[in-house]
């Protein structure tokens, strides 16, 4: 990331106004500057000292004039940079693949945001320091010019008294990194609070590990860094400002002794020094100031190389093949998926993969835990990319370039499934939609739901079941062919689990859906035209059933032909 070519690619004039901006404070400040000190040494640039005062105060005015301009200016550009920053980031994350987000975690994801605040500071910072450096210019200049071994002198305790603060800001900059880590781990404890917060309420132990050993522990070092940085900073502004009186006092006292320097250029030189004191000040406070930038640049580049590991194709969702038509088959071929691992570990790999699947089926999803399933769920999906085959939808090869409008084939229900606050796909949820209350009704949820028709949502206070049967809703609102169901049936009550595998599926069969369901409700693998057993990464039986299903002893279900 280079801030020159940022500000260059927002503002083509940006460099040639601050060069401007540039001539003119150092006209405007030089005058000044002159006017002041001539004023108390009686000397006037005119014969008539009448127009001293309105060339000073003339000065002022277009001094005033130019920085409300560019202040309008950088105001703007501030705020268009820091759009442009946090739109690179949402962007980024938009596009990325679903294996970098899992990657990345949700905590450095606000991070990244977090940082684009502290970047989107750097055009009002930047013209202040431009600003100031043109004011310390020119009245280092103006010393020169009337007292050249003063202005050594001067330069020389300004420049010492300089190195000695950046030497003792250096130490900051390795407990800012530190403080900006405790800050990821915050917010990946607190996400695990916030998400698991029933699963803490039935732990002891969960609850007090999560609270004191980490969140609390974590703002304890994070107030005990922010404490002792912020200390040092202060101790550094308190240096700043109490070198001024040191360079005031060696001025006045050591330089008339140590040169020939006059009493009236003491005076000139105090003025000068004491026009200094803000300029440089603001200087000094770019130190820290580029240390926080220098981190936050650092880290949204670790956030824009983890989102490109996998995301370094361009997609644009309006030039890649969509297919049109109704599905006829899904096809997997040689589809192989293959976990990363450790030199020392073997890697878990998922196929190779041969199967088709054809419109109108019903096929179930069986197997332990670890055996493939959900890797398979997440490369049926288009969440994974293979690492080796290929998907054909109606015989047509999925493309890297045509995964989103593959995905967009596909109604999915996850196991851990979503409801989303806003209605971001547009639907019509107004209570006098009459095909949604014929959804609604089919899950049972009619007298449950509560409309709300001013914004167009339904409230999603409800049970996990309900939830997922409204979730239900709005996969069959999407009108899609293929339904993909990941343990939908986990959360429901033994009744309506009943009417979903007995009654539904046979009305989504009905309606033209093929379904591919996740379950371990073996109770109804007779509900099913075939069923897929995975393990070990591979699907090691495929059979219709024909409902052929035996009730052995125990309860035990078992399925002849898997055997």
Same mark, same amino acid.
Request: net charge neutral.
């Given at each position: 990331m280079n801030i020159y070519n940022v500000f260059k690619s927002k503002s083509k004039i940006f460099y040639s106004f601050l060069v401007l901006?540039? !001539?003119?404070?150092?006209?405007?400040?030089?005058?000044?500057?002159? *006017?002041?000190?001539?004023?108390?040494?009686?000397?006037?640039?005119?014969?008539?000292?009448?127009?001293?005062?309105?060339?000073?105060?003339?000065?002022?005015?277009?001094?005033?004039?130019?920085?409300?301009?560019?202040?309008?200016?950088?105001?703007?550009?501030t705020n268009d940079i820091l759009f442009k920053f946090e739109m690179e980031v949402l962007e980024k994350l938009r596009h990325a693949e679903f294996e970098a987000f899992e990657q990345l975690g949700v905590e450095k994801v606000f991070t990244a945001i977090s940082d684009t605040r502290v970047l989107g500071k750097i055009p009002e910072t930047f013209i202040n320091a431009f600003n100031s450096a043109i004011i310390v210019l020119c009245c280092m200049g103006y010393m020169f010019i009337n007292s050249p071994i003063g202005g050594v002198f001067i330069l020389g305790v300004i420049v010492f008294l300089l190195l000695v603060y950046l030497k003792r800001n250096k130490g900051i900059e390795t407990e800012l990194n530190k403080l900006r880590d405790l800050q990821n781990d915050y917010y990946r404890y607190l996400n695990d609070m916030l998400q698991g917060f029933k699963e803490i309420k039935m732990g002891l132990k969960r609850s007090e590990n999560i609270f004191n050993t980490c969140l609390r522990t974590n703002r304890v070092t994070g107030k005990r860094l922010g404490e002792t940085t912020a200390i040092k900073y202060l101790d550094n502004e308190l240096m700043g400002r109490y070198s001024w009186y040191i360079i005031l006092g060696l001025v006045m006292y050591l330089l008339p002794v140590i040169t020939d320097v006059k009493t009236g250029m003491v005076s000139t030189f105090i003025v000068t020094i004491l026009y200094l004191i803000g300029p440089v000040g603001t200087l000094i406070t770019l130190v820290p100031f580029y240390t926080s930038v220098k981190i936050a640049m650092e880290r949204l580049k670790k956030y824009e190389d983890t989102m490109s590991t996998i995301t370094e194709r361009d997609i644009s969702y309006n030039s890649a093949l969509d297919f049109n038509g109704d599905f006829q088959s899904l096809r997997f071929e040689q589809l192989t998926y293959e976990y990363a691992a450790k030199e020392s570990e073997k890697p878990f790999v998922v196929g190779? !993969?041969?199967?088709?699947?054809?419109?109108?089926?019903?096929?179930?999803?069986?197997?332990?835990?670890?055996?493939?399933?959900?890797?398979?769920?997440?490369? =049926?999906?288009?969440?994974?990319?293979?690492?080796?085959?290929?998907?054909?939808?109606?015989?047509?090869?999925?493309?890297?370039?045509?995964?989103?409008?593959?995905?967009?084939? *596909?109604?999915?229900?996850?196991?851990?499934?979503? =409801?989303?606050?806003?209605?971001?796909?547009?639907?019509? =949820?107004?209570?006098?939609?009459?095909? =949604?209350?014929?959804?609604?009704?089919?899950?049972?949820?009619?007298? !449950?739901?509560?409309?709300?028709?001013?914004?167009?949502?339904i409230h999603h206070e409800l049970s996990k079941g309900q939830q997922k049967r409204l979730a239900m809703v709005y996969a069959l609102m999407e009108e899609r062919d293929v339904l993909v169901l990941d343990e939908w049936a986990a959360e429901q009550d033994p009744v309506f689990r009943a009417y979903f595998y007995k009654v539904f599926l046979k009305k989504l069969r009905a309606m033209g859906k093929t379904i591919i369901a996740v379950t371990h409700d073996d109770a109804y693998f007779s509900c099913a035209d075939r069923i897929l057993k995975f393990d070990y990464g591979n699907i090691c039986y495929d059979r219709q059933t024909n409902g052929d299903i035996v009730v052995a002893e125990g309860s035990e279900l078992l399925i002849p032909f898997l055997t």
């Open positions: 901006l540039g !001539i003119v404070n150092s006209i405007t400040y030089t005058g000044l500057l002159i *006017l002041i000190n001539n004023s108390i040494s009686n000397h006037t640039l005119f014969d008539n000292a009448k127009y001293n005062a309105p060339l000073f105060f003339g000065v002022i005015v277009i001094s005033a004039i130019c920085s409300k301009i560019f202040q309008y200016y950088v105001v703007k550009l190779p !993969i041969n199967l088709e699947i054809r419109k109108g089926e019903v096929i179930f999803i069986v197997g332990g835990n670890g055996s493939g399933k959900s890797t398979f769920i997440h490369l =049926l999906t288009g969440l994974y990319k293979p690492v080796a085959g290929h998907i054909y939808y109606n015989e047509n090869k999925i493309l890297l370039e045509n995964y989103p409008y593959y995905s967009n084939k *596909l109604s999915v229900i996850f196991t851990q499934n979503h =409801l989303f606050n806003e209605n971001y796909d547009e639907f019509n =949820l107004s209570s006098s939609n009459p095909t =949604l209350r014929a959804h609604i009704g089919e899950m049972q949820l009619s007298k !449950i739901v509560v409309f709300d028709d001013d914004n167009n949502r």
